[in-house]
């Protein structure tokens, strides 16, 4: 126990660290930018946008919820990514994961097996569809070997789960028995849960995927105008199509400051300025903070009854919480 709040901490603090050291390098554009002079009405737009991506993201996640037979409403289909959004700030390690999995097993009893199933599907999906953006647009504007090989990665990514099955079907046929045998034995069902998906399933969550993807480059763009940042189009797209990455590995809670400085990383290997690139991801980031944590905070507490804790413990998850925002 004492290890988990120990690593907890010590990620919380890298994540300042490396936020604070993303605040430095972007100083120059902090410096022309007068955010008292910015219009009202960019800030509502920047608002309406991130909570339409968020519910975007929620629509997804019911209609996926649907194939098994789980039904929840509007008011769910608002709260649950912001919630998830949350707890990926409190537990650095996939926390959004360990939320939405907790309760979906809590509130609509499903197995963890679909649960990790139609998760893994989905990322696998959106990172896939990701990939194949951004090698059009690498070949395109800028051909670029890294940038090439990690979109290659991404891309090949929805064909890696044949090759998987395959590889745990032959373990499985060498330890039929024991633990070894029941942990592959489980994995071989994951892999069979996750191929449960038909064309039609590809067709309907890929164009969803895509709809969210170009939302989200408007959102970036509409920022880097605001603000007259030297950024293409096409450095955009890519800076947006790569974040999905943040989904697999994080360092941080929430990937704080990672993501900030390895968008500077990107427009610098594309020959646009480090210094706008991580403003533009420090102003998002800033943004979905200020609209998803207090939404998230709401949605938490209104599943709250569906987990065996008791109220002490959550009103003390409040507060903290409340004094973190504060």
């Not at 290659?152 to 039929?176: C, E, G, S, T």
């Not at 007259?228 to 990455?245: H, P, S, Y």
Request: net charge positive; with cysteine.
């Amino acid at each position: 126990m004492n290890f988990h709040i120990n690593k907890n901490i010590w990620t919380s603090v890298l994540g300042i660290i490396l936020i604070g050291v993303s605040v430095y390098f972007s100083q120059p554009v902090f410096q022309k930018v007068h955010i008292q002079e910015t219009p009202t009405t960019f800030f509502i737009i920047s608002c309406l946008l991130v909570l339409k991506l968020f519910f975007l993201s929620g629509w997804v996640l019911k209609n996926l919820l649907e194939r098994q037979t789980v039904q929840f409403g509007w008011l769910m289909t608002f709260q649950l990514p912001h919630a998830m959004n949350l707890w990926g700030l409190l537990i650095p390690i996939q926390g959004s994961f360990v939320y939405f999995s907790a309760l979906m097993k809590a509130r609509y009893q499903l197995g963890y097996l679909k649960i990790s199933a139609n998760y893994l599907w989905l990322f696998a999906l959106e990172l896939t569809l990701d990939g194949l953006i951004g090698l059009g647009f690498v070949f395109s504007f800028h051909f670029n070997g890294l940038l090439s090989l990690i979109f290659a990665a991404m891309a090949l990514n929805l064909f890696l789960w044949p090759v998987l099955r395959q590889l745990f079907l032959r373990l499985h046929k060498k330890f039929p028995l024991g633990f070894v045998g029941k942990i592959i034995h489980n994995i071989n069902t994951l892999i069979a849960e996750i191929y449960s998906f038909s064309l039609k399933d590809y067709l309907r969550f890929g164009a969803l995927s895509l709809i969210t993807t170009a939302f989200s480059v408007l959102w970036a763009w509409v920022v880097c105008k605001q603000f007259n940042l030297k950024i293409g189009i096409d450095g955009v797209v890519l800076a947006t199509v790569l974040m999905r990455i943040g989904l697999l590995i994080k360092f941080t809670p929430g990937n704080l400051g990672t993501m900030q400085l390895a968008t500077g990383g990107i427009f610098a290997l594309l020959g646009y300025s480090a210094a706008d690139g991580i403003f533009l991801s420090v102003w998002q980031y800033a943004t979905v903070l200020m609209v998803s944590i207090p939404i998230g905070i709401w949605g938490t507490l209104s599943n709250r009854r569906y987990f065996s804790l008791n109220k002490n413990i959550w009103s003390s998850v409040l507060g903290m919480l409340l004094i973190g925002l504060a």
